[in-house]
């Protein structure tokens, strides 16, 4: 059975910083595809960053060289370094990984994000 963690969300102030982390366990994590997405509440999901099982790494505009994403097969975890972050980058972040080819996403339950004064 896979499942998907995510932690590292809170609150934190404008221009600081946070790193989430994403834990997946039941599945061969080298080979899957993972990222990281956000959705505000009445809106839609929408990507923030991808990292590719060969470590090619894929960005919204709206990140604008503020976040980074990694990953460390060894500990079956992506994570996502966030810098100088603004009140709109507050969401629930959420984790995606997905097999290769036609293969099932898998989704974790998500983690608050909130970024405010």
């Known amino acids: 059975q896979v499942q998907v963690v995510e932690s590292g969300g809170g609150l934190v102030q404008p221009g600081g910083s946070l790193k989430l982390s994403c834990t997946a366990s039941?599945?061969?994590?080298?080979?899957?595809?993972t990222g990281w997405y956000r959705q505000v509440s009445g809106k839609q999901r929408e990507l923030v960053a991808t990292?590719?099982?060969?470590?090619?790494?894929n960005y919204a505009d709206f990140v604008n060289g503020r976040f980074a994403i990694s990953r460390d097969n060894a500990k079956n975890t992506v994570y996502l370094q966030m810098n100088n972050l603004k009140p709109d980058d507050t969401a629930v972040y959420y984790c995606?990984?997905?097999?290769?080819?036609?293969?099932?996403?898998?989704w974790g339950q998500g983690t608050q994000v909130t970024v405010s004064s």
């Open positions: 039941g599945i061969r994590f080298s080979i899957v595809g």
């Open positions: 990292v590719s099982s060969r470590n090619s790494t």
């Open positions: 995606k990984i997905s097999l290769p080819g036609i293969g099932p996403n898998y």
